[in-house]
């Protein structure tokens, strides 16, 4: 039996989708809709509404994913919303025994602080609320799985891209822009790398997570193999929309470089990665 908390967001829908294929009635989804109940998961209480079972695995998606700056506010907020998620899940885990657990964290734990490339042994020091409450949940799952036979999987997820994505992202708004009448468009830091990763390589790699034997407790980086400077993204945009722009780049001291790491899950279930270019194109053609 399966169950993924944050089935509504843009990875739980696809991996959702996946596991439905694979495993079928075996598996549960919560955060969306479950027999047409909305569940709060920061209200422990609302936990009773979810079956009970002996769960193989538990992925736990579900939480405040956006970037938060200069808004002292609302990024506590997300930290507290975020922690009293994680606190819930990990106490119906314990109750349900469950036998593993993804966790789906970010690549906000890194900050200017850590050396390219990013690596899972580097001194994590986060900067801005989302990296705080993923970091947090981190350091949660390993203190209160420490005694119990669950296996605890930490994914430090770059750049996810694809259909129907989130419309924040740094894709789909740039698609937009040039899909706009404005013949001037400005972006951000020409010379900072990007990791992406399309999501039907993110949910295999979940999805063979699940399936073969891991560590105890273990983090991987997850992303693609070729990072890209964010001027080299916007080139191909500009060629695929056939359109005289006039490009404009500014300075974002939010905009961190991402150059990743990959060597460790690699080495554990073998990468291979869609062609970003090649599926830039569709993706432009949807959006």
Not at 124 to 147: C, Q, R
Not at 168 to 174: D, G, K
Not at 235 to 253: E, P
């Amino acid at each position: 039996m399966f169950i993924v908390f944050g089935s509504s967001g843009f990875i739980g829908r696809n991996l959702y989708n996946k596991l439905s294929e694979i495993y079928g009635q075996n598996l549960v989804k919560a955060d969306g809709k479950i027999k047409k109940t909305k569940i709060n998961l920061e209200n422990k209480k609302n936990f009773k509404k979810i079956p009970n079972y002996n769960y193989n695995c538990v992925y736990a998606l579900a939480g405040k994913s956006d970037f938060v700056f200069n808004n002292k506010k609302k990024g506590n907020l997300q930290i507290i919303k975020n922690n009293k998620i994680i606190k819930n899940i990990i106490y119906f885990c314990i109750k349900n025994k469950v036998k593993k657990i993804i966790f789906l964290s970010s690549s906000a734990v890194y900050s200017k602080k850590n050396s390219l490339p990013f690596n899972e042994s580097q001194k994590i020091n986060p900067d801005n609320s989302l990296g705080i409450s993923k970091f947090k949940s981190e350091k949660k799952l390993k203190f209160f799985f420490k005694k119990t036979s669950t296996k605890v999987i930490i994914l430090r997820v770059f750049t996810v891209y694809g259909k129907n994505m989130r419309k924040r992202q740094f894709l789909y708004q740039a698609i937009k822009k040039f899909k706009s009448k404005k013949k001037k468009l400005v972006f951000w830091n020409k010379d900072a790398l990007r990791n992406f990763i399309h999501i039907d390589d993110l949910i295999n790699i979940m999805i063979k997570l699940t399936q073969i034997n891991t560590p105890k407790y273990v983090t991987y980086n997850v992303a693609s193999n070729c990072p890209y400077k964010i001027s080299s993204v916007i080139n191909c945009l500009h060629k695929i929309s056939g359109k005289q722009r006039k490009i404009i780049y500014q300075n974002n001291k939010n905009n961190l470089s991402h150059k990743v790491d990959i060597g460790k899950i690699n080495n554990k279930i073998n990468l291979s990665f869609k062609d970003f270019k090649k599926e830039l194109i569709k993706i432009y053609e949807e959006i």
